[in-house]
């Protein structure tokens, strides 16, 4: 192929792609939110997260800023609501109200509601600013004198609300001591505002006959993640009135153009499409799901990979607060599982999607955590495991450092998985040097003096536990298998760094002797060094495949008679579990480059979930607006599944780049991805058609060559400098 034709080849895929996110990527109802849990639709900039339920007699926004947590040190607390805030419209009459929509759209994060009410055309935009800091809630409408509205803002901890000039105050202080703040103003198109007391003695607002208004809500508490500032940041009321002062003075044109520039210059980085589909206008994204069990939908498919790189992106960006349990999003002061940072799998499922889908910023938050709990975790760890160096977590964790639970001694290992992939996709050295490697060193050096050394020479991880399940006891899989990773990431770090050559070949001796992992009985991989696994065994948890994903120890190309038992193991788990489960059984899948079974465990993950209880050992799916049904809703879920499609799509981990590893038959007829990374810096562009690549590309900012496998075929090839 001539130069000229592959230039404009690779464009016209880039815009085709391209034209697909801009048109398709929405879900949207035809009818308000009456759930918060399941229906209600996400925004957030990272740090200020709402809920909005979109309706016509009142409006219903419950929002939430990262850092508003009890607990200490010590005591795990949970993550908090902040509060929400009433918009009562005067436009109760039954029946005048058609033509509605609510729609949230993923290219622009901007979430958008349209109706008419006694056949005037009514509009509102809301979005949450990361450039600017507040959220912004804009209603227009044609007609003149259209909105006569009560605003209320309520503080989700009874503290009374209080006026601010053309605006709402609450603030308080948790028994922890945290300060929290929040201030909501208004800007007025016409009509006349007044601003009393209601019966309880929180003021509201009353805003009559105007042709339109826009609200702008800044929140912030005086958390900051430093343990040697006591964790104590700036005054929140200082935060926010600063937010507050910068975005009044902007035009809405341009708090919005800002906005999503922002946004874009991160969720454009990547695209996908699979097959031929067209926008499905006329079926909202409850009706699409139900319709999916008859009639398979790629873009529906589509839409819920990148509603995963939506949802982190709204969660977590540079600066802030790794994404929970529920990313940021709860209304909840004593939320399932404190909406906590959970150690055995689900913060590191929460950023599994990140380096490989191009959003390395958003992987930031969860390293930076992890670099500020390193002291207080040093003393916990101590008062637990006397004398050793380094340090370890719970199976429950909060923002200070606080943690509750059973010990999970691998945990701190897992984090520093992602301590080296970060490195691993970008290649920085200097942050390999000054940033993760004296972590991957200090956890490398815990395990050192943690193992057990045995008298026929084979070295063990004590009294560990397969979470969630199983007796407490030495050689466990899940724990051998994250140590045999913690020290090979180290070792790699040392190599790639050339220093601390005797430690470095210290840990190499200590890995060579480790458990390696079993082939039990009836040809399972074992979960325990003892053969003793049961294959009737459904648990959720299957923390002894570990070594195959997300780690790299097992492999159908280096260890095919270890990666045909972890295949035993994982068909007696079965494919249908809780949300969560089930994304890393779609990873798992992919890695044994099964993509048919793969997409079969992707489709039992798109199954409609009602109801607001909590019953995780009765399957899982989503919601009516996408968010993982664990139940209840867990954002992990929808993290695994972007990250399992990638791993259908392209894989690095094994020191080779292969093309399409895991390609369902159901996608096999058309599809395009661009912006995809590899490990090593590289980026991957290509296109697909009856199952065989037609079209690649892979660039990266030095010069490289690598082992690729396009089409089942290995070859060397150079990467040029992109």
Same mark, same amino acid.
């Given at each position: 192929?001539?130069?000229?034709?592959?230039?404009?080849?690779?464009?016209?895929?880039?815009?085709?792609?391209?034209?697909?996110?801009?048109?398709?990527?929405?879900?949207?109802?035809?009818?308000?939110?009456?759930?918060?849990?399941?229906?209600?639709?996400?925004?957030?900039?990272?740090?200020?997260?709402?809920?909005?339920?979109?309706?016509?007699?009142?409006?219903?926004?419950?929002?939430?800023?990262?850092?508003?947590?009890?607990?200490?040190?010590?005591?795990?607390?949970?993550?908090?609501?902040?509060?929400?805030?009433?918009?009562?419209?005067?436009?109760?009459?039954?029946?005048?109200?058609? %033509?509605?929509?609510?729609?949230?759209?993923?290219?622009?994060?901007?979430?958008?509601?349209?109706?008419?009410?006694?056949?005037?055309?009514?509009?509102?935009?809301?979005?949450?600013?990361?450039?600017?800091?507040?959220?912004?809630?804009?209603?227009?409408?044609?007609?003149?004198?259209?909105?006569?509205?009560?605003?209320? %803002?309520?503080?989700?901890?009874?503290?009374?609300?209080?006026?601010?000039?053309?605006?709402?105050?609450?603030?308080?202080?948790?028994?922890?001591?945290?300060?929290?703040?929040?201030?909501?103003?208004?800007?007025?198109?016409?009509?006349?505002?007044?601003?009393?007391?209601?019966?309880?003695?929180?003021?509201?607002?009353?805003?009559?006959?105007?042709?339109?208004?826009?609200?702008?809500?800044?929140?912030?508490?005086?958390?900051?993640?430093?343990?040697?500032?006591?964790?104590?940041?700036?005054?929140?009321?200082?935060?926010?009135?600063?937010?507050?002062?910068?975005?009044?003075?902007?035009?809405?044109?341009?708090?919005?153009?800002?906005?999503?520039?922002?946004?874009?210059?991160?969720?454009?980085?990547?695209?996908?499409?699979?097959?031929?589909?067209?926008?499905?206008?006329?079926?909202?994204?409850?009706?699409?799901?139900?319709?999916?069990?008859?009639?398979?939908?790629?873009?529906?498919?589509?839409?819920?990979?990148?509603?995963?790189?939506?949802?982190?992106?709204?969660?977590?960006?540079?600066?802030?607060?790794?994404?929970?349990?529920?990313?940021?999003?709860?209304?909840?002061?004593?939320?399932?599982?404190?909406?906590?940072?959970?150690?055995?799998?689900?913060?590191?499922?929460?950023?599994?999607?990140?380096?490989?889908?191009?959003?390395?910023?958003?992987?930031?938050?969860?390293?930076?955590?992890?670099?500020?709990?390193?002291?207080?975790?040093?003393?916990?760890?101590?008062?637990?495991?006397?004398?050793?160096?380094?340090?370890?977590?719970?199976?429950?964790?909060?923002?200070?450092?606080?943690?509750?639970?059973?010990?999970?001694?691998?945990?701190?290992?897992?984090?520093?998985?992602?301590?080296?992939?970060?490195?691993?996709?970008?290649?920085?050295?200097?942050?390999?040097?000054?940033?993760?490697?004296?972590?991957?060193?200090? %956890?490398?050096?815990?395990?050192?003096?943690?193992?057990?050394?045995?008298?026929?020479?084979?070295?063990?991880?004590?009294?560990?536990?397969?979470?969630?399940?199983?007796?407490?006891?030495?050689?466990?899989?899940?724990?051998?298998?994250?140590?045999?990773?913690?020290?090979?990431?180290?070792?790699?770090?040392?190599?790639?760094?050339?220093?601390?050559?005797?430690?470095?070949?210290?840990?190499?001796?200590?890995?060579?002797?480790?458990?390696?992992?079993?082939?039990?009985?009836?040809?399972?991989?074992?979960?325990?060094?003892?053969?003793?696994?049961?294959?009737?065994?459904?648990?959720?948890?299957?923390?002894?495949?570990?070594?195959?994903?997300?780690?790299?120890?097992?492999?159908?190309?280096?260890?095919?008679?270890?990666?045909?038992?972890?295949?035993?193991?994982?068909?007696?788990?079965?494919?249908?579990?809780?949300?969560?489960?089930?994304?890393?059984?779609?990873?798992?899948?992919?890695?044994?480059?099964?993509?048919?079974?793969?997409?079969?465990?992707?489709?039992?993950?798109?199954?409609?979930?009602?109801?607001?209880?909590?019953?995780?050992?009765?399957?899982?799916?989503?919601?009516?607006?996408?968010?993982?049904?664990?139940?209840?809703?867990?954002?992990?879920?929808?993290?695994?599944?972007?990250?399992?499609?990638?791993?259908?799509?392209?894989?690095?981990?094994?020191?080779?780049?292969?093309? %399409?590893?895991?390609?369902?038959?159901?996608?096999?007829?058309?599809?395009?991805?661009?912006?995809?990374?590899?490990?090593?810096?590289?980026?991957?562009?290509?296109?697909?058609?009856?199952?065989?690549?037609?079209?690649?590309?892979?660039?990266?900012?030095?010069?490289?060559?690598?082992?690729?496998?396009?089409?089942?075929?290995?070859?060397?090839?150079?990467?040029?400098?992109?």
């Amino acid at each position: 192929m001539k130069l000229g034709n592959l230039i404009l080849t690779l464009l016209l895929i880039c815009n085709s792609v391209q034209a697909q996110n801009s048109n398709n990527l929405k879900i949207w109802d035809n009818k308000p939110a009456k759930d918060w849990m399941t229906q209600a639709y996400p925004i957030g900039n990272g740090k200020l997260g709402a809920m909005i339920f979109g309706g016509t007699d009142q409006e219903h926004i419950q929002f939430n800023e990262s850092s508003l947590w009890t607990g200490d040190e010590q005591e795990t607390g949970a993550y908090q609501a902040f509060g929400e805030i009433f918009i009562d419209f005067d436009q109760k009459e039954a029946g005048k109200t058609t %033509l509605y929509k609510r729609t949230l759209n993923l290219n622009d994060a901007i979430h958008q509601i349209s109706y008419q009410y006694n056949g005037q055309e009514f509009t509102r935009e809301y979005f949450s600013s990361h450039p600017d800091q507040v959220m912004i809630f804009n209603y227009a409408s044609k007609a003149k004198n259209a909105y006569s509205v009560t605003i209320r %803002l309520k503080d989700a901890h009874a503290s009374k609300t209080k006026n601010a000039t053309d605006g709402l105050i609450i603030e308080g202080v948790l028994p922890n001591g945290l300060k929290y703040a929040s201030t909501l103003r208004l800007k007025q198109n016409g009509g006349t505002l007044k601003i009393d007391k209601d019966s309880e003695g929180n003021s509201q607002i009353h805003l009559t006959k105007a042709n339109g208004f826009t609200l702008f809500l800044s929140a912030s508490t005086d958390y900051i993640n430093q343990r040697a500032r006591q964790w104590k940041g700036e005054d929140p009321s200082q935060v926010v009135n600063r937010n507050l002062k910068t975005a009044l003075a902007k035009s809405y044109a341009v708090l919005k153009n800002s906005h999503i520039k922002d946004y874009q210059s991160l969720f454009n980085r990547f695209a996908l499409q699979i097959g031929n589909n067209t926008p499905k206008d006329d079926v909202p994204t409850v009706q699409q799901i139900i319709n999916y069990k008859k009639n398979t939908d790629n873009q529906l498919e589509t839409t819920l990979f990148q509603y995963g790189r939506y949802l982190l992106i709204s969660s977590s960006r540079k600066g802030g607060l790794p994404a929970n349990l529920q990313g940021i999003w709860n209304n909840s002061n004593n939320p399932p599982w404190r909406s906590d940072y959970h150690s055995n799998i689900n913060i590191q499922m929460n950023y599994w999607l990140a380096e490989p889908t191009n959003l390395a910023e958003s992987n930031v938050p969860y390293l930076d955590y992890i670099n500020s709990m390193r002291e207080v975790k040093k003393e916990n760890t101590q008062k637990e495991y006397p004398g050793v160096r380094g340090w370890t977590v719970r199976t429950e964790n909060n923002i200070f450092g606080g943690e509750s639970f059973s010990w999970n001694t691998p945990g701190s290992a897992w984090y520093a998985q992602a301590l080296w992939d970060h490195y691993s996709f970008n290649q920085d050295k200097g942050y390999l040097k000054s940033f993760a490697y004296p972590i991957l060193k200090e %956890l490398s050096e815990f395990w050192d003096d943690h193992l057990k050394r045995r008298s026929d020479g084979v070295i063990v991880a004590p009294d560990g536990w397969s979470p969630e399940h199983g007796p407490k006891e030495d050689g466990v899989s899940y724990d051998q298998q994250i140590v045999y990773d913690l020290f090979t990431n180290y070792i790699e770090a040392a190599d790639s760094l050339k220093i601390d050559t005797d430690y470095r070949n210290h840990i190499a001796s200590l890995r060579d002797k480790l458990l390696k992992p079993k082939i039990g009985k009836w040809g399972q991989l074992q979960e325990w060094e003892d053969d003793k696994d049961d294959p009737n065994d459904k648990h959720r948890h299957a923390s002894h495949l570990f070594a195959l994903h997300p780690g790299r120890q097992i492999s159908i190309n280096k260890t095919p008679e270890l990666a045909e038992a972890a295949k035993v193991s994982l068909t007696a788990r079965g494919d249908e579990s809780t949300g969560w489960s089930m994304a890393w059984k779609m990873n798992f899948w992919a890695r044994l480059h099964d993509g048919n079974h793969a997409y079969q465990i992707l489709k039992n993950f798109i199954t409609l979930v009602g109801g607001d209880g909590i019953d995780y050992n009765d399957g899982g799916g989503i919601y009516e607006n996408l968010l993982c049904a664990h139940p209840p809703f867990q954002i992990d879920g929808n993290f695994g599944y972007t990250a399992g499609v990638t791993e259908m799509l392209v894989q690095s981990q094994e020191g080779l780049i292969d093309l %399409l590893p895991a390609l369902p038959d159901a996608w096999k007829s058309y599809g395009e991805v661009r912006g995809l990374k590899a490990r090593g810096n590289i980026t991957v562009d290509l296109k697909w058609k009856d199952g065989v690549i037609t079209d690649y590309k892979l660039t990266s900012p030095l010069v490289r060559q690598i082992q690729l496998k396009v089409n089942g075929t290995l070859k060397t090839a150079t990467v040029k400098k992109s």
